[in-house]
T-cell receptor
């Protein structure tokens, strides 16, 4: 299995809702990432998990809460989002081996906050 | 920290022509330079990458060159086809400043390539 999967593909939520995004990989990678991508912009790093521990939080608002239950699974819990949080949320993974930093991206979840 | 500049922002070519996208980076410690292709509604797909100990790498119609002295790298696509139309992102991976092997990717702003049939 050489891919990163993300569910759901699309999500529409109100500002008072609580929802979660899910990411899964079975490549044995030990680092997983969440990125946010606005239209016509590059991906922006949000969080990095390394060996299931949060290693980087790029000053992301607390309404985004990441969770890494095991080495294959990464969640992003959403609560009280704002319309400006509407974007494509991408998950990626990479093996932690020397300078081998190939990041493999999932297809993303298109989030719309009403 | 690392900064990556990418040019041009849009590029239109005729089918069969070559396309070249250029990136510059600022951190001389950067050691890994991937290129991603992103089609509409999809996640970025790694198409080719190069490491700092190599000057050029080729994979069929795609090639990447790296000039460490000038701190720039380029993507070359030959014999372009309409299915090459997408947004292309370059990136540079800086080593972890706190040690260890994990670095993070710094992306350029992207190039929208259009290949006209």
């Amino acid at each position: 299995d050489t891919e990163v999967t993300q569910t759901p593909k699309h999500l529409v939520m109100g500002m008072t809702n609580k929802k979660s995004l899910k990411c899964e990989q079975h490549m044995g990678h030990r680092a997983m990432y969440w990125y946010k991508q606005k239209a016509k912009k590059p991906p922006e790093l949000m969080f990095v998990y390394s060996y299931e521990k949060l290693s980087i939080n790029e000053s992301v608002p607390s309404r985004f809460s990441p969770e890494c239950p095991n080495s294959s699974l990464l969640n992003l819990h959403l609560h009280a989002l704002q319309p400006e949080d509407s974007a494509l949320y991408l998950c990626a993974s990479t093996p932690l081996a020397g300078a081998n930093n190939e990041q493999f991206f999932g297809p993303g979840t298109r989030l719309t906050v009403l | 920290g690392e900064n990556v500049e990418q040019h041009p922002s849009t590029l239109s070519v005729q089918e069969g022509d070559s396309a070249v996208i250029k990136c510059t980076y600022s951190d001389s410690a950067s050691n890994y330079f991937p290129w991603y292709k992103q089609e509409l509604g999809k996640g970025p797909q790694l198409i080719i990458d190069i490491r700092s100990n190599v000057g050029e790498k080729k994979d069929q119609r795609i090639a990447v060159t790296l000039n460490k002295t000038a701190k720039h790298f380029s993507l070359h696509i030959t014999e372009t086809q309409p299915e090459d139309s997408a947004v292309y992102f370059c990136a540079a991976s800086s080593p972890n400043p706190y040690g260890g092997s994990q670095g993070n990717l710094i992306f350029g702003k992207g190039t929208k390539l259009s290949v006209k049939p």
